[in-house]
């Protein structure tokens, strides 16, 4: 059963930065993809960005790419997210997700693990 374990959350004012880590339990995610979600009240959970774990190959979601980015740590089963000129509109719960696949998805439901969310508040 693979673990992950996020962190970084906290309260922000608009235009700030934050870095969010994901732990993993797994040694080697070779063939597999990890992946940022979020999820405001109300809302359904969006994807953020992935990372094809192999090659280090990014993808996001095209309105966030300018100001977020994904990246790992191979060494340490780390995940990473850097945000940047955080929003109002960013305030949500954030979660790290993982897929034994190489293909880019997407779809919240074909993530087979999860971890707990970190949340993020911007202020305005």
């Known amino acids: 059963q693979v673990q992950l374990v996020e962190s970084g959350g906290g309260l922000v004012q608009t235009g700030a930065s934050l870095r969010l880590s994901c732990a993993g339990s797994e040694r080697n995610f070779d063939g597999w993809t990890l992946a940022w979600f979020r999820q405001a009240p109300g809302k359904e959970r969006e994807f953020v960005a992935s990372?094809?774990?192999?090659?280090?190959?990014?993808y996001y979601k095209e309105i966030l790419k300018e100001r977020f980015a994904i990246s790992k740590d191979d060494t340490k089963s780390t995940l990473f997210l850097q945000m940047g000129n955080l929003k109002p509109e960013d305030t949500a719960v954030y979660y790290c997700a993982a897929r034994p696949r190489v293909r880019i998805e997407i779809d919240p439901n074909e993530y087979f693990y999860w971890g707990q969310g970190t949340q993020v508040t911007v202020s305005s």
């Open positions: 990372i094809r774990w192999r090659d280090g190959q990014p």
